[in-house]
């Protein structure tokens, strides 16, 4: 089943499961608004990119809690498969440590094709922040994630919850 559908009629997109109008960003027009992001507010692009990340993650969870299953294995699973259907890469996520989530991304669109453009900055801050926004929902609202891999195809996140 596919998470979205799209009138073409309308020209509209609605997440079927939140039933929410969505829309479509190509990678390469994210990378210019992620360079004029860097260009305009330096290193606090991170941040900013971060933070509407973590705020787009916690505000996917507020109408799933409502609809159905909120345990922590239906959030991971609905992170994951919400990231795939997005276009965002494919996303597994494992407990290798008490207290720890990883989360591998491969085939990141967020970086690797900012790797294939001429772009400055890379790294995966807003999706590092989505994957925080789904912690805070789903664990507490103190956890810290680091992306610890940001490779040519390949990204890994590391969530210590607290």
């Known amino acids: 089943m596919s998470l979205y559908a799209f009138d073409a009629r309308e020209g509209i ?13 190509g990678a390469r027009q994210w990378n ?12 606090a692009a ?3 990119l971060f933070d509407a990340g973590k ?3 916690s505000s996917e969870l507020e109408g799933e809690r409502e609809r159905g299953d909120s345990s922590a294995e239906a959030t991971l699973d609905l992170l994951s498969h919400t990231a795939r259907a997005a276009g965002w890469g494919q996303v597994t996520i494992s407990r290798d440590f008490p ?7 491969r ?3 967020f970086c690797t094709e900012a790797r294939k453009s001429d772009q400055k900055q890379v790294g995966c801050y807003f999706l590092g922040g989505v994957i925080s926004g789904y912690a805070s929902s789903l664990f507490s609202q103190q956890n810290h994630v680091d992306e610890i891999l940001c490779g ?7 969530v210590k919850l607290s």
């Open 152 to 158: 040519n195809d390949y990204c890994e996140f590391r």
């Open 55 to 57: 705020s787009y993650g």
């Open 13 to 25: 997109i609605t997440n079927k499961k939140l039933g929410l109008r969505g829309f479509i960003m």
């Open 99 to 105: 207290g720890e989530i990883n989360v591998k991304v």
């Open 107 to 109: 085939k990141c669109v």
């Open 32 to 43: 210019s608004l992620v360079e004029k992001m860097y260009e305009r507010f330096g290193s």
């Open 46 to 48: 991170e941040t900013i």
